[in-house]
């Protein structure tokens, strides 16, 4: 995309600082609520294998910008190695990786990990990552360099515009079973039809999908 596209899509500074205002507030309001579900989690996790509850992750967000996601560890502690064995023992599963980077069955999630990624329990610290400015409520999902490498140019430049989101048009899409194309598509139109109304409009959705567990694994 050329500089002028981009320039064009990209909210103004006043649009942007009104969105971050009011999805701070929303956090603070609703805190009595999440906080003691976040406490709850994290002596559930701490119980069950004594190691650290929470899972901090370098992701791309806006203008490019890595910062450090926090979420509530839903994997083994040797994630990394676990998943090399598994994909180096089995071709399916390593094609299933390479085409979604997630698995349905995937060896390095724990017993507790399940339930907390498949109810999204698990990403309820990214409410932080919204108070310290990371974040929004609704944007496009926070990638590690690897995925957000992955798509194509103009949807990266595209996703680099506004700053990424703790749920998004992708996640009520599809999630997980739209994979890469479903990033392709639904980042893109989000971006370049951004508005309040369409934020309202994904935060109801959002929370269908999380009851109903729609394409979460």
Known sequence: MSTAELVTVRPSKAKQAA???????IVLV???????????IYLAILLEDGKNPLFLQERLGKDGR??????????VVNAEEALKQALAKDEVLRQEWEM??????????????????????DELPQLV???IGDMVMVGPRPLPAY???????????????????ITGLWQVSGRSD???DGMKQWDPYYVRNWSMMLDLQILVRTATVVLTRQGAY
């Open 19 to 25: 969105k971050q205002l009011i999805d701070i507030l």
């Open 30 to 40: 609703t805190m009595p609520f999440w906080l003691p579900v976040c406490a709850v």
């Open 66 to 75: 890595i910062f450090r996601t926090f979420k509530f560890r839903t994997m």
């Open 100 to 121: 979604f980077f997630k698995l349905r069955k995937d060896p390095r999630i724990t017993k507790i990990g399940n339930i907390l990624r498949r109810t999204s329990l």
């Open 129 to 131: 990552n919204v108070l």
């Open 147 to 165: 995925h957000h490498n992955a798509l194509p140019t103009e949807v990266r430049e595209l996703r680099n515009v506004v700053k990424p989101g």
């Open 178 to 180: 739209s994979g890469l």
